[in-house]
């Protein structure tokens, strides 16, 4: 068997039977890993450190040999966990820049009679390949915009079902992008294994048909955007549902009133300063009574003003065409807006 380097692009198109493994430390891995890597390190967080403080403030060689006895009695459990994960024998390898750690690694798996090979550059080439790539690439975008409340979520999944290519950017983020966005959601990503998550969704689609997206400030919770990404999305056409606000009331209702009122009360708490003292207490003493309704419009006061404030004027507005839509039905909604791009050649 052979060890040999590959390129970024090579491994964002592994073939289907070769496994990548990350052998960065746990918590490098935690921060952001390439989708799909599995983890295999090298070292512990606490060696890792070790070593590297041994690096910086003693002598290379004496770090060299630290790693050693580190990595030395743990030899035998990674050959075994990588053919475990990796039956084929087909391997790929990467660490942080492509150094020692992942050819030390590869040495060790190829040894072992694996076909390996290594990641040049590292996770950080990975990364700078991903922030160039949204520069670069300058897909047709088109942005479904409305108030809270218009099942924009709901539209952009329509939209998926009738075989138009979408981002779910609120899926991926893992938050709805409001101070209720985090009610019932899994706990969200950091903001660079978002940035890696989005990446293989951005890839994967054909950049010379359009591409929908959901209309979003940059940061989704505590993760963000990346600029390149947003700088695109401000200019691309928004096609904003304008949708009754009862009908947007009852869509709120539905999704928020199976909460802990508790909780609920705790999302209205972020938004408090900006509601003002009487909207507050009113929408908490709504909430008591278990009148959501009430507390959904005082909501949404605040809400539509921060949309038409905040959302439409940072766009171009000859960009922003309202859809005006009667009741919540999304796949109705998604061949509306369909039928739109294609009148106005949205590609």
Known sequence: ??????TVSEVLNLDPGRVLFDVRTPAEYGKGHIPGALSLPLFSNEER?????????????KAFLRGLEYV????????????????????????????QRSSSMGWLLNLAGMDVQVLSGGYKAYRNHLLEQFAA???????????????KTGIIHALEQL?????????????????????????????????????????????????WLENESRPIGRVYIPDPLWQQMVKAPLLSVDMP???????????????????????????????????????????????????????????????NHHTLSKRVSSRIFAIPVENDDAGQTARRLIAFAEENNFL
């Open 1 to 6: 068997m052979s060890t040999t380097t590959i």
């Open 49 to 61: 450190a070790e070593v590297g403080t041994t690096y910086k403030q003693a002598d290379p060689y």
């Open 72 to 99: 030395g009695p743990k030899m035998r459990a990674f050959v075994e966990e990588a053919r475990k994960k990796a039956p084929s024998g087909k391997v790929a390898v990467h660490c942080w820049r492509g150094g």
């Open 137 to 151: 690439c300058t897909p047709p975008l088109i942005i479904v915009g409305g108030p809270t409340g218009s099942g």
């Open 163 to 211: 075989g138009e290519q979408v981002i779910d950017l609120e899926g991926l983020a893992h938050h709805k992008g409001s101070a209720f966005g985090a009610l019932g959601e899994a706990p969200q990503p950091s903001v660079e294994q978002f940035e890696n998550d989005l990446f293989e969704v951005f890839r994967a689609l054909d950049h010379g048909r359009r591409i």
């Open 245 to 307: 606000l009862e009908v947007r009331v009852e869509r709120l209702v539905s999704m928020y009133a199976g909460f802990p009122p508790e909780d609920l009360k705790e999302s209205f708490c972020r938004i408090r300063k900006r509601l003002g003292g009487q909207h507050f207490n009113a929408a908490l003493d709504a909430l008591d009574a278990g009148d959501f309704a009430a507390a959904a419009r005082i909501a949404l006061a605040y809400y539509d003003k921060a949309y």
